[in-house]
């Protein structure tokens, strides 16, 4: 048993303790084998050195977050323990650092957190295809661009193709202002958003200038060979059934593609059929192709995604 000291770097301990130090009461939670005090922005740690040492790299992250965004909400601080804070393991104490996918933009850790998403991850290293199906909110897409974004800085591809049906409800490209792009972006604006979490913006954009990072409506894939690269299909409940077949016959002998969707939510008309629901029926029993699903039990987002999603699939 040690104590060691930790000096919190941010503008003030509130933003990261909380109010009267609810926050610490939830780090205390999580590691449950360490006893924390607080003074002033001193922390005073007892316990067993690889956990201090644990903790105190969770506190430099919490902190590089909330000196960027402010106070650190129970939200957050679930996204960085990668599990739920009110429902903790048996022994009070789980070693997450095996589930980290990479460290993305200022420090943040992006990490598998849940069952489902540390299933993703580990099919990724033994097919070439994964197809990942469930509600909104279980970080399918988050999860898929990590695995994108460490292949690529790992040197294992050369590039990223981002990609998605521009289908939405009750909407049109054509009755949309601006040109081509402008009519784009907002479809694809889910994608900037993960990549904007995992590097800096000017590594993004110069990527995207360079074609290293290629984020793009599926119509732009047909007649095209993706090679050397990961690619992620987005959204795949409102892509027809020639559209991913024309999709999934892009694939170079050097690529990896992973398929995001949600079959509660297609929005294509009625009367056509779901390239992603026919995919799940034809596709299973292809070497090399795995399908993850995902669940309610995954949801990452607000607590009260999960009890939405729930009672929805109940009604």
């Known amino acids: 048993m040690i104590q060691k000291e930790i000096t919190l770097d941010t503008h003030s301990p509130t933003d990261l303790l909380g109010i009267n130090n609810s926050n610490l009461k ?13 003074r002033g922005n001193q922390l005073y740690v007892n316990g067993e050195a690889k956990e201090i040492e644990e903790f105190e790299n969770q506190i430099q992250h919490m902190s590089l977050w909330s000196k960027k965004y402010g106070m650190l909400d129970k939200n957050a601080i679930e996204m960085f323990l990668g599990e739920s804070v009110e429902n903790d393991t048996t022994n009070g ?12 933009n200022g420090g943040k850790i992006i990490r598998a957190k849940t069952p489902n998403q540390k299933k ?11 197809f990942a199906i469930g509600p909104a909110g279980t970080g ?8 994108d974004v460490k292949a690529l800085k790992n040197k294992e591809i050369k590039r990223i193709v981002l990609t998605r049906p521009a289908v939405e409800a009750g909407e049109n490209l054509g009755f949309l202002p601006g040109d081509l792009k402008e009519k784009i972006d907002p479809y694809l604006r889910p994608l900037y958003d993960a990549l904007d979490d995992m590097l800096p913006s000017e590594k993004l ?8 990072i290629e984020i793009a409506p599926l119509a732009f894939m ?25 999709f999934l016959t892009r694939m170079g002998p050097h690529a990896k593609f992973i398929v995001t ?28 192709i795995h399908f993850a699903y995902l669940t309610h039990q995954d949801v990452v987002r607000h607590r009260l995604v999960k009890d939405i999603i729930k009672a929805y699939e109940q009604e």
């Not at 780090?27 to 084998?33: C, G, I, L, R």
């Not at 993703?120 to 994964?130: G, K, P, R």
């Open 205 to 212: 954009k110069q990527a995207i200038e360079n074609r290293v």
């Open 261 to 288: 969707g949600d079959l509660s939510q297609i929005d294509l008309p009625k009367k056509t059929q779901s390239g992603l629901v026919k995919a799940v029926q034809i596709l299973n029993n292809i070497k090399g």
């Open 93 to 104: 104490h789980t070693d997450n650092n095996s589930d980290i996918i990479l460290h993305g």
């Open 120 to 130: 993703m991850v580990e099919l990724m290293q033994h097919n070439d295809i994964l």
């Open 222 to 246: 047909r007649g095209r060979t993706l090679d050397n690269a990961y690619v992620i299909l987005d959204e795949a409940q409102n892509a027809t059934d020639l559209q991913l077949k024309m």
């Open 26 to 38: 939830l780090f205390q939670q999580h590691f449950a084998k360490l006893k924390i005090v607080s």
């Open 140 to 147: 399918k897409t988050y999860t898929a661009v990590a695995l």
